[in-house]
């Protein structure tokens, strides 16, 4: 379904991203971990078409995607739930579930898409009239969550969903992935909390200082001592 073959990003002179090559196939949710700074969110930001990539090619469905805009990118089922989450504060929860429906197929369905929305979140049904900048940092993710929904998409990017929220929200985080995936969603996940990241996995890449070093199944990678000390914390 998508695969970044040699990928490479850069800025100014330096390179960020080096050869990254990956594959995720339809149905599966595959994560990319790695410390901060080892180039995740400029990954997402090439895969998302908001950076342009030095060489290499982005393929979605066989397309290579590398040259088009984010738009025709949403067209084609891509969906981005941001780093920050990034939600209109000053707007209430349902407006910022609207803004979701920015392909035709969701806006033609609009009011399921918000039942759907409702449904999977409830507390967000109670809210949805609540200015969405008052809610508390686990409800805004999950509105983040919400609204990527909301465009029907086949293919969903998450940028470090579980940045600065408390262990208990990160869990919730978590199982809510779960349950997006179960529906048939195909997912990309990239999270430094490279324990939940595995626990949720069906297969994943290590990326550090702009460079895959490694990759496989979450018991494949759990049981390399290096990736267990570097980035499960295990050895210390």
Do not use: W
Not at 81 to 86: D, Q
Not at 93 to 102: A, D, H, I, S, T
Not at 170 to 178: D, G, L, M, P, Y
């Amino acid at each position: 379904m998508l695969k970044a073959d040699a990928v490479c990003v850069g800025y100014g002179e330096a390179l960020a991203l080096s050869n990254i090559s990956f594959d995720l196939g339809p149905g599966e949710l595959v994560a990319i971990i790695g410390p901060n700074g080892a180039g995740k969110t400029t990954l997402v930001n090439a895969l998302a078409r908001l950076l342009p990539i030095r060489s290499g090619g982005i393929l979605l469905d066989g397309e290579n995607i590398a040259r088009l805009t984010p738009q025709q990118l949403a067209d084609r089922g891509v969906a981005i739930i941001p780093e920050g989450r990034r939600l209109f504060t000053s707007m209430t929860v349902e407006e910022n579930l609207e803004l979701g429906c920015y392909r035709a197929a969701a806006r033609a369905h609009k009011r399921e898409g918000l039942e759907q929305a409702y449904a999977m979140f409830p507390i967000l049904g109670e809210r949805r009239r609540q200015i969405s900048g008052t809610l508390s940092g686990g409800q805004q993710q999950m509105v983040a969550f919400a609204r990527a929904l909301m465009a029907r998409p086949r293919l969903l990017l998450i940028d470090e969903p579980s940045l600065g929220l408390a262990p208990v929200i990160i869990k919730q985080v978590f199982e809510t992935i779960a349950r997006i995936h179960a529906t048939g969603v195909s997912i990309l996940l990239i999270e430094q909390n490279a324990t939940k990241a595995l626990e949720a996995a069906q297969r994943a890449y290590v990326l550090d200082c702009g460079q895959m070093i490694a990759s496989g199944t979450p018991d494949e990678l759990r049981q390399r001592p290096e990736i267990g000390a570097a980035y499960l914390g295990h050895g210390h």
